[in-house]
Structures are given as structure tokens and as C-alpha cells.
């Protein structure tokens, strides 16, 4: 065989070589979207994070300042994966960053209640949670801290009618007592603390307002 006929043979059978390789190879999965801001006015910024499986929620922070000081902006429950930072100071620069959340929660309860039997998981979780009626529409919490390394304890609600728990007030590591100021519709709701763990941060992303 002439050798030019013998060099496009062999051209062509690595063309179809490398055809079927394509063909039969998965493809690459999705890369997880990352964390995000994005101006939607000048003085709005919209987040976007992705869902974490095993999160029990998330805890966003801000800061003015790339390297802080940074200041809690909201704890969120886990199936939230945006959130929007409204009426924001004109033409400044705003970081954020977002971590997971988890940790063992305690048993259930409503106020004046004893905690229902057989909700506290881990041997952890906070005991003895207790809701207490004080004035002013007030609620006063007590529990036993069974932790040793807790970030802090969160207090979740879930609000009558409504299906979930998510945060609503976290107080420092090795407290056992805290308040809250019921808002209208919060009567009969349904309590319980959670012994609080971070997972790790995301990256910083940062957006400068505009102007008013």
C-alpha cells in the first residue's frame, strides 16, 4: 500500500478511535454552584448558595471590611438557599460569606409544657428544656447543657400551622437559660434547642453598592 494511503488510514481510524472514546465516556457531573452576590438595585444585593444535604441550616455574615469584623446577618433553615440584603448604605462594599450549621437538638416543647417524650437524639442534645410564660408576651427558656464543645445553642420555632422549625434567637457556648418575645401568631408554637456546630466557611464574595 502507498505509504501516503497508509498515513490517511491511520488518520482515520484515530479520528474514529477517539469518536468512540467520547461517545462511550460519562460525562464530567455538574459542578456545585457557588456562593454568590449579585446586585438586583444599587442598594440590593441577592445571595445565592447551594443546598448542603446535611446542613441543618446556615448562618450568613457581613462585614464591611474584607478582613471583618464580621456580624451575623441571619440564621437560616436548611431548604433556604437564597436571601436578599435590602436598603443597603449607598456606594459602600459589602462581603459576605455562609456556613453550614448541625448539632444534636433537645426534645420538643410548647410553653408551660414539659419537653414530649423520646425527641432528643444524641446524648449531647441539650436536657431538660423548659418553656416558661413570662410577662409581656415573653417566653423564658431553661435546659441542661450536656456539651462539651458547643459553638453556642440556637432556638428553633415551629409556628402553628406550619410544618418546620427554623432559628429564632442564639446565645453564647455553656449558657442555660434564655428569652424571647413571642410576635403575634407565635402563641402555641412548638420549641427546641439545638447544641450548635459550624462546618466550613464558603469563600468571601463582596459587592460595592451604588448610588441611591
Known amino acids: 500500500m ?6 490517511a488510514l491511520a488518520a482515520l481510524a484515530a479520528l474514529l478511535t477517539a469518536t468512540l472514546v467520547g461517545c462511550s ?7 456545585a454552584p457557588a456562593f454568590t452576590a449579585t446586585l438586583t438595585s444599587p442598594t440590593n444585593v441577592v445571595l445565592h448558595w447551594p443546598a448542603d444535604p446535611a446542613a441543618a441550616g446556615y448562618l450568613l455574615e457581613y462585614a464591611n471590611a474584607a478582613d471583618g469584623p464580621w456580624t451575623a446577618l441571619q440564621y437560616l433553615p436548611p431548604g433556604q ?28 416543647v410548647t410553653a408551660g409544657a414539659a419537653a414530649q417524650p423520646g425527641t432528643a437524639a444524641q446524648q449531647s442534645a441539650p436536657a431538660d428544656l423548659a418553656a416558661t410564660p413570662a ?27 406550619t410544618p418546620d422549625f427554623i432559628p429564632v434567637e442564639v446565645t453564647d457556648p455553656n449558657a442555660t437559660q434564655c428569652a424571647l418575645s413571642l410576635l403575634p401568631g407565635e402563641q402555641g408554637s412548638a420549641f427546641r434547642l439545638r447544641a450548635l456546630s459550624y462546618g466550613p466557611l464558603s469563600p468571601v464574595v463582596e459587592r460595592t453598592t451604588g448610588k441611591d
Open 2 to 7: 502507498p505509504t501516503a494511503a497508509r498515513t
Open 25 to 31: 465516556s460519562p460525562s464530567p457531573p455538574p459542578t
Open 81 to 108: 438557599t437564597s436571601y436578599t440584603h435590602p436598603n443597603l448604605i449607598p456606594e459602600t462594599p459589602f462581603y459576605y460569606r455562609i456556613r453550614s450549621f448541625a448539632g444534636p437538638v433537645s426534645a420538643t
Open 135 to 161: 410577662a409581656d408576651q415573653n417566653l423564658h427558656f431553661t435546659w441542661t447543657d450536656r456539651s462539651t464543645d458547643e459553638a453556642g445553642f440556637l432556638l428553633e420555632i415551629r409556628r402553628p400551622g
